[in-house]
């Protein structure tokens, strides 16, 4: 095996690189969602904690990782007896892919074995293997609805529990949950963000220095992982022992003085969290972090780096928000809620005269201690610059004025690419509800709002026969296929006799999501009477509707002398609506390139997620002033659902929009229609 990057080797990200420390800890803090750009060195930096994480006694034999001190009565592999063998082996480091199965994730009951052979059959799943260790989702974003529930749910009981027809089974899984997302291929559901002890936003620095001493730092890495690793040891292991210092700390008692805890409250109040989730999240991070500094005792400076890091998620209410924190709403809340009945202020009595302690206690990187100087060149990074106040949260924190990155982040700009000449970008209205545009027939996709289809949690239409293990019974069935055969099978007493080919599951079905593919005529016709605003604000209502549905969605547009693909498929609806918002207006009509464009969209995602369902929504008002043959065009969606939204207006209408519907066998819908629904329901509320 390849030695672990280590923690105290990563540059920059000191963010992350706390959150993950209070995490390490306190499980109480609730684990950390990681969100971020691709290539940011996540997944690295994840596995450098795991390795950091204290080495956990474990029974021998126990597949659940049961502690000898205190075994879970519940264990399936149980009871323990006291003198049961044990070993001590590394805290786990589970990865849990995307595409898992429950069973995979939660464990797998045997029905099978239960019914026809009585007994309890159980293999472990990935929560299993995680207990007292980290669980790791790369992309937790991607992951299926029903699975990022099971999660959370055990990750908040710190127990899995799966049932399945009445046989169920418990066990322990706690865990430090890190989850990655790129925010760019879609959002987790609020109520799932929330779940999430801590958020970090995480970015590649801009600063050349930095980002040479990363490079540099991984080629040592790459050339001579042992050799790389060795020159760390020193930082690894006063990482190792500051954590264990601070665990021991906290499990003495941190103590939380009342008027930090109304600061506390102040804050989460001040930003309109909802629920007392925050406060708590915020409270156990706050004393984590005292324990990490060393202190017992919770500051104002620990209230304020548990604020940022536990809010962020939190306060967003509109998938169109911008993420990040008002730092300056935060100074504000803490100015005008510091109380005064406290003591220690918000300074720390027992460390050296600088306020934020000995070196510089923010920085998880306790290298700053020992000699920055350990082979090749860590000066550069931040174990050189300890001395500086300029890394870390040590820096942000101290010289409020100077913050410029989060909360700050100017918004997607409509200026940049509107360029010159006769083009235009037109404004964009508040969203409304719109009616649901269906896929017709039966999909199999994954699991969503929009149109019918085979799921696993749908509502039962029936039974068949299943493919390989049973995992949704169907009783009726089964009792049914059973007993014409009881006779000759030899029963005599009351039981029914049962084997595996009775079996029978349930057929379910339900919604799946779909691939909303947007085809906007952006043409100069279309900006005409002021007419584009309407339309944004449709397509806009649309993406809206698709981001609840839990689409994906993808944006073609068409003007001038071709189209193009303003949005590449992906989940991020925020993603849609700025490239929406800055959508410039203008030029002649290539309607056919417009839905040629569409047609190859489809072609390369049907490759990548095949079970998906395409519904094309082409916004035009039908006409087509260049470019080429329309026919043709439309000939290459054929088999393709498609809905046309007529955007013709004024006195005389030539109802090209409606037909261009037929040759795409598409339904029609005006902008009207779409906004019907709005005041239909307006005048019902
Ligand atoms: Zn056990």
Known sequence: MIATYPFSAVVGLDDLKLALVLNAVSPRVGGVLVRGEKGTAKSTIVRALAAQLPSVDVVAGCRFACDPAAPDPDCPDGPHDPGEQRHRRPASLVELPVGASEDRLVGSLDVERALTEGVKAFEPGLLAGAHRGVLYVDEVNLLHDHLVDLLLDAAALGTCYVEREGVSVRHAARFLLVGTMNPEEGELRPQLLDR??????????????????????????????????????????????????????????????????????????????????????????????????????????????????SLPHRR???????????????????????????????????????????????????????????????????????????QGEAGHNSQAGQRDEPGAEPGPDARDEAGAGVVAVAGVGAPYRVPVLKVPGLGAGASGRRSRARTPRGRATGARVPHGKVKDLHLPATLLAAAPYQKERGRTGAGLLLRGGDLREVVREGRESNLVLFVVDASGSMAARRRMTAVKTAVLSLLLDAYQRRDKVGLVTFRGRGAEVALPPTSSVEAGAARLRSLPTGGRTPLAEGLARAAEVLRVERMRDPDRRPLVVVVTDGRATAGGDVDAAAGLLRGVACVVVDCESGPVRLGLAVRLAARLAAEVVTLDDLGTVVREHRKAS
């Open 196 to 309: 999430f002890g801590l958020t970090v936003e995480v970015k590649a620095s801009r600063d050349p220095d930095e980002r040479a001493e990363v490079v540099r730092r991984r080629m040592a890495y790459d050339a001579s992982p042992e050799a790389f690793v060795a020159r760390w040891t020193a930082q690894e292991s006063a990482l190792g022992e500051r954590i264990l210092r601070a665990r021991a700390l906290l499990s003495g008692g941190v103590v939380l003085p009342d008027a930090r805890l109304l600061q506390i409250a102040a804050v989460c109040a001040g930003f309109e969290v909802d629920g007392l989730r925050a406060d708590l999240v915020t409270a156990n991070a706050a004393m984590a972090h005292a324990a990490w500094q060393g202190r017992d005792r919770v500051t104002e400076e620990d209230v304020r780096v548990a604020a940022r890091l």
């Open 316 to 390: 967003r209410r509109d998938p169109f928000d911008a993420p990040g924190l008002d730092e300056d709403l935060l100074e504000e809340l803490l100015d005008r809620h510091r109380g005064d009945d406290d003591p220690d202020g918000g300074d720390t009595p027992d460390t050296p005269p600088d306020p934020d302690g000995p070196g510089h206690q923010g920085d998880p990187d306790p290298g700053h201690n020992s000699q920055p100087d350990q082979g090749e060149a860590p000066g550069r990074g931040e174990a050189g610059h300890n001395s500086q106040p300029d």
